[in-house]
């Protein structure tokens, strides 16, 4: 089994490329969910959801959020009446949010509502959350907090940010079988995401650093040069005081890294990195991509 830590969009297309050399059941994937949120009765957990929606097939892959297809009645006549809500969530996955929110207010853990949205849409990849308890990422602006999906979403990462810190109300812990997913896999691998809002969040629940030191640990960095493939990664790697760059990336994984991966055409040197195309915006990258990996981590 591999097991990947995951948000965002650059993971789930590693992941993509994965499933072309595993059958699902042997891919289990740890979510950030630092990022979900509750919205108009509905609970939204934008990573866990674009993990579903691609191995069930039904992913919108043009834009790696939301169901393809979808359409936006309820929203656009929402936003009419009220003007509140600022993501644009689409009619049929308004349902998915809705049976979670309703399955999360009868007392299910969002683990066990994720296993049961899996089991409905006929998932058989291993979809974990990082965490049962809730985590907010916020960021810091003009003065005032405002959750990490307002800086985004709402305002377009146009704003700018002085700082980014994790709120809760209980210090968050790895499920026991994120713990499992972890130390049982033949390898875990740390995908092309944002590593202060899709990664550290994963990483700062209890228990999952200490399990990654058990495994061989491969990370692909979401840079190159000082520009992300994708997302805001450059300022909010900024506003926590750190170079947005590949080397920035592998010393925030150098406690339990054995493998660190960057692009070919990266000018800046890592030492000890290893060079592979990862700018999965042709078709087939993104399955060569995690061929490559395969090997390494077999010795091949």
């Known amino acids: 089994m591999i097991t990947f830590l995951s948000g965002g969009t650059g993971t789930p297309k590693l992941i993509r490329g994965m499933r072309h050399h ?3 059941h042997e891919i289990s994937v ?3 969910t630092a990022e979900d949120v509750w ?3 509905g609970f939204v957990s934008p ?3 674009t993990l579903i929606y691609l191995f069930a097939g039904l992913l919108n892959t043009s834009s790696w959020w939301g169901l393809e297809g979808d359409t936006f009645i309820t929203h656009n006549e929402l936003n009419r009446l009220d003007g509140g809500e600022y993501i644009a969530i689409g009619d049929r996955d308004r349902a998915v949010h ?3 929110g309703e399955l999360l207010r009868g007392g299910m853990t969002l683990t066990a509502a994720t296993a049961r949205l899996c089991m409905a849409l006929g998932v058989t990849a291993h979809i974990l959350p990082m965490t049962d308890t809730p985590v907010e990422t916020v960021v810091n602006s003009g003065g005032r907090e405002i959750h990490f999906q307002e800086y985004w979403v709402r305002h377009r990462g146009a704003i700018p940010i002085e700082g980014v810190r994790r709120r809760w109300t209980v210090p968050p812990v790895a499920t026991p079988g994120v713990i499992s997913a972890i130390t049982t896999a033949e390898a875990v691998i740390i995908g092309p995401s944002n590593p202060i809002t899709s990664i550290l969040p994963i990483l ?3 228990g999952v650093r200490e399990a990654l030191e058990e495994v061989p640990v491969v990370a692909v960095s979401p840079f190159i040069g000082h520009a992300p493939v994708s ?3 450059a300022a909010l790697m900024r506003a926590r005081g750190l170079f947005p760059d590949s080397s920035a990336t592998r010393e925030l994984y150098a406690g339990f890294l054995d493998f660190f991966i960057h692009d070919s055409s ?4 890592v030492s000890g990195a290893i060079r592979m195309d990862t700018l999965m915006n042709r078709p087939g990258v993104d399955e060569a991509l995690a061929k490559r990996i395969l090997s390494l981590v077999r010795g091949g």
């Open 22 to 24: 595993l059958p699902d």
């Open 30 to 32: 740890v979510v950030n």
């Open 39 to 41: 919205m108009s009765g």
């Open 47 to 49: 990573d866990i959801d």
């Open 98 to 100: 809705l049976i979670r």
């Open 204 to 206: 700062e629940c209890r």
């Open 231 to 233: 997302g805001p990664a």
């Open 266 to 269: 990266d000018p800046l040197e």
